[in-house]
């Protein structure tokens, strides 16, 4: 008898305890969430125009990004993205068209927070950031004539976390 109620409690501990650690992977997925976030982008088929102008995500201290060129594959058209900090879309434009739009000479501009390389037609990139403070950061195609000539630009408004 004594035997049996030993395998008993044996097995309800383990049942317990595999039921706590499952709780407590959970939370950490939980916790996760809220220092991340991840955001989709991409482009409008053969168009020079990002799917999106306006993206709302919550205040993360890491944000993914991932882009992806949706031109068609025979086309040859490059796109890249490059996220900016908040206010200074213009000053980057102008330092893109001096620069001759040479992406090796302006990947260090101090106006970006992050930028994927020249993709492909179907190609995509994931990158990551870590925005300072909530704010309205602007993000930018930085192939010759994409955004200071066509408009391929957006903002990705970073808003402050609910409070529950």
Same mark, same amino acid.
């Given at each position: 008898?004594?035997?049996?109620?030993?395998?008993? /409690?044996?097995?309800?501990?383990?049942?317990?305890?595999?039921?706590?650690?499952?709780?407590?992977?959970?939370?950490?997925?939980?916790? %996760?969430?809220?220092?991340? !976030?991840? /955001?989709?982008?991409?482009?409008?088929?053969?168009?020079? %125009?990002?799917?999106?102008?306006?993206?709302?995500?919550?205040?993360?201290?890491?944000?993914?990004?991932?882009? !992806?060129?949706?031109?068609?594959?025979?086309?040859?058209?490059?796109?890249?993205?490059? /996220?900016?900090?908040?206010?200074?879309?213009?000053?980057?434009?102008?330092?893109?068209?001096?620069?001759?739009?040479?992406?090796?000479?302006?990947?260090?501009?101090?106006?970006?927070? /992050?930028?994927?390389? %020249?993709?492909?037609?179907?190609?995509?990139?994931?990158?990551?950031?870590?925005?300072?403070?909530?704010?309205?950061?602007?993000? !930018?195609? !930085?192939?010759?004539?994409?955004?200071?000539?066509?408009?391929?630009?957006?903002?990705?408004?970073?808003?402050? %976390?609910?409070?529950?």
């Amino acid at each position: 008898m004594l035997n049996k109620t030993l395998k008993i /409690v044996s097995i309800l501990s383990l049942f317990i305890l595999n039921k706590q650690g499952l709780s407590k992977d959970k939370d950490k997925e939980r916790l %996760a969430g809220k220092s991340g !976030v991840t /955001v989709s982008l991409s482009t409008k088929g053969n168009d020079i %125009a990002f799917d999106q102008t306006s993206i709302q995500i919550p205040f993360a201290e890491n944000i993914t990004l991932t882009f !992806v060129n949706q031109a068609l594959k025979g086309s040859e058209i490059l796109h890249n993205v490059a /996220v900016l900090k908040p206010g200074s879309v213009d000053t980057f434009l102008k330092a893109l068209q001096l620069s001759g739009y040479d992406l090796d000479k302006i990947k260090n501009d101090p106006s970006i927070l /992050v930028m994927t390389e %020249a993709l492909a037609p179907g190609a995509s990139q994931s990158v990551q950031f870590h925005p300072s403070e909530p704010g309205f950061y602007p993000f !930018v195609c !930085v192939m010759p004539g994409h955004a200071d000539m066509l408009g391929m630009k957006g903002t990705l408004n970073i808003t402050k %976390a609910s409070k529950k």
